[in-house]
């Protein structure tokens, strides 16, 4: 895929210049960080800024701190940037600062003139970096009532240029996309390295199998409806997975509502034969409980096996017996691209199938295995850590910072239709 209409931060002429960064660090969860591995893969865009002369004023989200239905925004500890900011200046002996930012209303922060102090200190090398508070904490980052731009334009006026590498952050909110409107603009190292390996999944090798799973259908179906187009084999898991089963052989599942059902059964009239392409798990664990795993309150179920209209519990696993299954592991074994976006099930009490399939998919030297998504990552480094550990250290395999970003690159059929990157190329 050709990159060549993006212009990147090499570039460009640095030094002296104050580099306004926005980065996908979006790992820390109650204050402490969960997987470090989206601020490794970060790094080198951070080091080559550094080292041409930049000043960085480093910046991203963490977390979903505004109530969608009020609009009121917590800051709290556990979503700061102030671990984030501890672990780079412990891997990079580097000195970061984070200014002092208070909201003015339960809307978020407006007020930015503490940035003024800040790049100075970047300017006179008290700080080498400035790490801006978390940006979902500012009002207008998500906005789209004209907000977005205010926050954008007065973020913008602190800076000289704009580096994206946030590939996992896709969504066009002001500081991935607006803030493009205000500032010379330019793809970090790591956005770059995403892009082009989506080359992997948008043209792959074939035959390519693509594993999906998500909570809610309807977040998913523009992106399967286009992967199955592409694949040669699908296999779903999750809620998702759910509703297709509810749907096909006309069961009740707990916790699978109206509106899932309705959504897997216009994916299926959408798809038309190209269901034959959906790889079914044949079995699959039923529990009585989402909240918790005992003995005798969960079994193993055959799906197809069941009469229309059977009433059953939650479905939270594939079996792992299910990846043993001669059809489904000459899918695996055969395939020459394999696309994991997911878990199979809820992994916090069942998680045997999505280990069986991550070994299954192991098994096979030859294909080239892509993961998406940050949990789908950390699952497979807890649940597999010397298969994971090997793997990360083996060319058939790449893993992607942001899973929900590739997903919507397969909606637009390129990365160019995400908005964040389209606001990069060059006019």
Not at 132 to 145: H, I, V, Y
């Amino acid at each position: 895929m050709s990159t060549t209409r993006i212009p990147v931060v090499p570039d460009c002429q640095l030094e002296g210049k104050v580099v306004l960064i926005r980065m996908d660090h979006n790992v820390v969860k109650k204050g402490k960080i969960k997987d470090t591995m989206r601020i490794d893969r970060s790094i080198p865009t951070l080091q080559r800024i550094l080292k041409a002369g930049g000043l960085p004023i480093v910046m991203t989200h963490v977390g979903r701190p505004k109530d969608k239905q009020t609009g009121q925004i917590k800051m709290s500890e556990d979503d700061a940037v102030t671990p984030i900011v501890q672990y780079l200046d412990q891997q990079l002996s580097l000195k970061g600062f984070v200014p002092q930012m208070e909201a003015q209303d339960e809307f978020g922060i407006t007020d930015l003139s503490p940035l003024a102090d800040a790049v100075a200190k970047l300017k006179s090398g008290e700080a080498d970096y400035v790490y801006l508070p978390n940006t979902r904490w500012f009002k207008g980052e998500e906005a789209k009532d004209g907000t977005e731009d205010i926050f954008a334009k007065d973020l913008a006026s602190y800076a000289d240029l704009y580096v994206n590498d946030a590939f996992g952050s896709w969504q066009p909110h002001a500081s991935t996309y607006s803030v493009t409107k205000y500032l010379p603009s330019y793809a970090g190292l790591l956005m770059m390295t995403e892009i082009e390996n989506l080359d992997a999944v948008l043209e792959p090798k074939r035959p390519m199998v693509a594993v999906v799973a998500g909570a809610k259908f309807d977040t998913k179906i523009g992106p399967l409806s286009s992967l199955i187009k592409t694949c040669d084999h699908l296999v779903l898991g999750g809620v998702i997975y759910n509703a297709w089963l509810a749907h096909k052989y006309g069961l009740k599942i707990k916790g699978v509502d109206a509106e899932d059902i309705a959504q897997a059964a216009k994916f299926a009239s959408e798809i038309g034969d190209k269901a034959s392409r959906i790889i079914e798990p044949k079995v699959v664990v039923e529990s009585d409980s989402f909240d918790t795993r005992t003995d005798g309150s969960w079994r193993f179920i055959k799906p197809a096996e069941l009469e229309a209209g059977t009433e059953l519990g939650y479905i939270l696993d594939a079996a792992p017996v299910a990846f043993t299954d001669q059809k489904i592991k000459d899918v695996f074994m055969n395939a020459s691209t394999i696309f994991v976006n997911a878990v199979m099930g809820l992994t916090s009490l069942f998680d045997e199938g999505t280990a069986a399939m991550y070994s299954l998919i192991d098994q096979n030297k030859k294909a080239m295995k892509i993961y998406g998504g940050g949990d789908t990552i950390q699952d497979f480094k807890t649940l597999l850590p010397e298969i994971f550990a090997a793997a990360a250290k083996d060319e058939s395999y790449y893993f992607f910072t942001g899973g929900g970003a590739v997903l919507n690159a397969i909606e637009q059929g390129s990365p160019y239709g995400m908005k964040p990157v389209e606001a990069l190329l060059k006019k």
